[in-house]
């Protein structure tokens, strides 16, 4: 556990020392997986292109597909944030089509799966230290289900750690940007590394962006137009603005304090659908965040 703890919890500052008082601690071990599973597992075959799957995923309201061969066997997973990162990066090449570009060049093949019987804690830890947002679970070389970092959420807002507070688990650093700000401003933070970006407005949280969210926009907002004007009777060209931050951005109006129960922000990730959620002073300013992820990484460490 105290490997764990250095590896991955870095900022989680006292849980370390006060994890073994906490209760609760014990259900992660004993609740399995296949008990908050999702049943019904959408596929894809391997030769179909990234175009149609991103079309299915937007189209059911999910982030990934498993991956089948023609003898309908897992060979892979391909999600919205794969799609997205092939966007971000093919955006200043001009050369965007979806329609050109299979599944099996961009999935992941070494998928990480589970037995019905593996504990959500088991689940979440594989998760952590393998940074994927999932785990695919088999029986019989069978899919039965999936189990995702929402899941997760689900199950500890089902067993929350009644003494767990969000300043013990909130990320203090975090990126933003303004409300205004361009597509490509966000492409830049994303190419530096950043998954998940707050949306400001005068200091106050407005909006989320993640790097599956950009799945949804069109190749061509990808593509950076230029637009001729005149200025003083002489031609001028300059970019075209696209969209904006707050065209694209997963609006929110919920926040949460430091000094609140994790369970509510794990109640709210999961009430409204947001893959995360800002952390606010008494002035309404933003002090850090607290996303899936941060509550996966509580219930592998319990």
Same mark, same amino acid.
């Given at each position: 556990?105290?490997?764990?703890?250095?590896?991955?919890?870095?900022?989680?500052?006292?849980?370390?020392?006060?994890?073994?008082?906490?209760?609760?601690? *014990?259900?992660?071990?004993?609740?399995?997986? &296949?008990?908050?599973?999702?049943?019904?597992?959408?596929?894809?075959?391997?030769? !179909?292109?990234?175009?149609?799957?991103?079309?299915?995923?937007?189209?059911?309201?999910?982030?990934?597909?498993?991956?089948?061969?023609?003898?309908?066997?897992?060979?892979?997973?391909?999600?919205?944030?794969?799609?997205?990162?092939?966007?971000?990066?093919?955006?200043?090449?001009?050369?965007? !089509?979806?329609?050109?570009?299979?599944?099996?060049?961009?999935?992941? =093949?070494?998928?990480?799966?589970?037995?019905?019987?593996?504990?959500?804690?088991?689940?979440?830890?594989?998760?952590?230290? /393998?940074?994927?947002?999932?785990?695919?679970?088999t029986e019989n070389d069978e899919i039965v289900g999936i189990f995702t970092k929402t899941d997760v959420c689900?199950?500890?807002?089902?067993?929350?750690?009644?003494?767990?507070?969000?300043?013990?688990?909130?990320? =203090?650093?975090?990126?933003?940007?303004?409300?205004? *700000?361009?597509?490509?401003?966000?492409i830049e933070k994303i190419k530096e590394g950043e998954d998940l970006i707050i949306v400001e407005d005068n200091?106050?949280?407005?909006?989320?962006?993640?790097?599956?969210? &950009?799945? *949804?926009?069109?190749?061509? !907002?990808?593509?950076?137009?230029?637009? /001729?004007?005149?200025?003083?009777?002489?031609?001028?060209?300059?970019?075209?603005?696209?969209?904006?931050?707050?065209?694209?951005?997963? =609006?929110?109006?919920?926040?949460?304090?430091?000094?609140? =129960?994790?369970?509510?922000?794990?109640?709210?990730?999961?009430?409204?659908?947001?893959?995360?959620?800002?952390?606010?002073?008494?002035?309404?300013?933003?002090?850090?965040?607290?996303?899936? /992820?941060?509550?996966?990484?509580?219930?592998?460490?319990?």
């Amino acid at each position: 556990m105290q490997e764990i703890h250095a590896i991955h919890f870095k900022y989680f500052k006292d849980l370390g020392e006060n994890i073994n008082r906490m209760s609760n601690r *014990s259900k992660f071990s004993e609740i399995k997986v &296949l008990d908050y599973s999702s049943k019904e597992v959408f596929v894809i075959t391997q030769n !179909d292109t990234l175009n149609y799957a991103r079309k299915l995923m937007l189209k059911n309201g999910i982030s990934k597909l498993v991956v089948i061969n023609e003898e309908n066997k897992l060979v892979g997973i391909i999600t919205l944030r794969d799609i997205a990162s092939i966007l971000t990066k093919l955006a200043s090449s001009g050369e965007l !089509d979806l329609n050109a570009i299979l599944v099996k060049n961009v999935m992941t =093949k070494n998928v990480i799966q589970v037995e019905p019987n593996a504990s959500v804690k088991e689940a979440a830890l594989l998760m952590v230290k /393998n940074k994927i947002g999932s785990v695919v679970v088999t029986e019989n070389d069978e899919i039965v289900g999936i189990f995702t970092k929402t899941d997760v959420c689900k199950a500890y807002n089902d067993y929350p750690i009644e003494e767990l507070r969000v300043k013990s688990v909130m990320q =203090k650093k975090f990126t933003t940007v303004n409300i205004l *700000s361009s597509l490509w401003k966000v492409i830049e933070k994303i190419k530096e590394g950043e998954d998940l970006i707050i949306v400001e407005d005068n200091k106050k949280p407005v909006g989320i962006i993640t790097l599956s969210m &950009l799945a *949804s926009l069109d190749e061509k !907002d990808f593509i950076r137009g230029k637009v /001729n004007y005149l200025r003083g009777g002489i031609n001028q060209e300059k970019i075209k603005t696209g969209n904006l931050a707050r065209d694209f951005m997963f =609006k929110i109006d919920t926040v949460i304090f430091e000094g609140e =129960k994790l369970q509510k922000a794990s109640n709210y990730i999961i009430k409204f659908n947001i893959p995360a959620i800002p952390v606010v002073d008494l002035t309404g300013s933003i002090i850090g965040l607290v996303s899936k /992820n941060d509550i996966t990484k509580v219930v592998a460490l319990l």
